[in-house]
Antibody, heavy 115, light 107 residues
Framework: EVQLVESGGGLVQPGGSLRLSCAASGFTFSNYAMSWVRQAPGKGLEWVSS????????YYADSVKGRFTPSRDSSKDTLFLQMNSLRAEDTAVYYC????????WGQGTLVTVSS | DIQMTQSPSSLSASVGDRVTITCRASQGITNDLGWYQQKPGKAPKRLIYAASSLQSGVPSRFSGSGSGTEFTLTISSLQPEDFATYYCLQYNSYPRTFGGGTKVEIK
């Protein structure tokens, strides 16, 4: 059974940084691309970023380009999202998902950007 | 960027009703479309992939159809547990884009 467990969310001031983690199990992590999707309070789903299975290719929404960076550690079956220069509009629940077609999802981690 | 226009944004239906939700892509995406169900406070769950393939474990009352630019999700007989918000997602190209969502309320 695929399991994805996000962590690392919390309260951060505008301009600050945060690193999210997504621990994967139940499948061969190194074989699959992975994605991050977010959902602002009361709003719809927004794709944020994807990373290829090797980590050599990354893709970004315009809203986070230059500020967010996905990475992965296949020795630990873990996906990361480094978030810099955070803004109030980045406040959301962040989900990791398998593939770039979002097959399986974690439970999400809340990021709040506020002073 | 491909825009996904989902309609209606909300609907109210009775248990047993047939419900149809539509997503329209701003350009052709072949069948690279998924449908998701999200209940309050929970992560989305994929129901349909490749426009019409049922995800394992999903009840057969859910079905998807379409190709190119027009897609539909149909719930053949609405059940109380189907109260949720539904989203489409195109994964034909980057950036990936979701529809705006359809909130299904039970009458």
């Amino acid at each position: 059974e695929v399991q994805l467990v996000e962590s690392g969310g919390g309260l951060v001031q505008p301009g600050g940084s945060l690193r999210l983690s997504c621990a994967a199990s139940g499948f061969t992590f190194s074989n699959y691309a992975m994605s991050w999707v977010r959902q602002a309070p009361g709003k719809g789903l927004e794709w944020v970023s994807s990373i290829s299975n090797s980590g050599s290719n990354t893709y970004y929404a315009d809203s986070v380009k230059g500020r967010f960076t996905p990475s992965r550690d296949s020795s630990k079956d873990t996906l990361f999202l480094q978030m810099n220069s955070l803004r109030a509009e980045d406040t959301a629940v962040y989900y990791c998902a398998t593939h770039t077609a979002m097959a399986d999802w974690g439970q999400g981690t809340l990021v709040t950007v506020s002073s | 960027d491909i825009q996904m226009t989902q309609s209606p944004s909300s609907l109210s239906a009775s248990v047993g009703d047939r419900v149809t939700i539509t997503c329209r892509a701003s350009q052709g995406i072949t069948n690279d479309l998924g449908w998701y169900q999200q209940k309050p406070g929970k992560a989305p769950k994929r129901l349909i992939y490749a426009a019409s393939s049922l995800q394992s474990g999903v009840p057969s009352r859910f079905s998807g159809s379409g190709s190119g630019t027009e897609f539909t999700l149909t719930i053949s007989s609405l059940q109380p547990e189907d109260f949720a918000t539904y989203y489409c997602l195109q994964y034909n190209s980057y950036p990936r884009t979701f529809g705006g969502g359809t909130k299904v309320e039970i009458k």
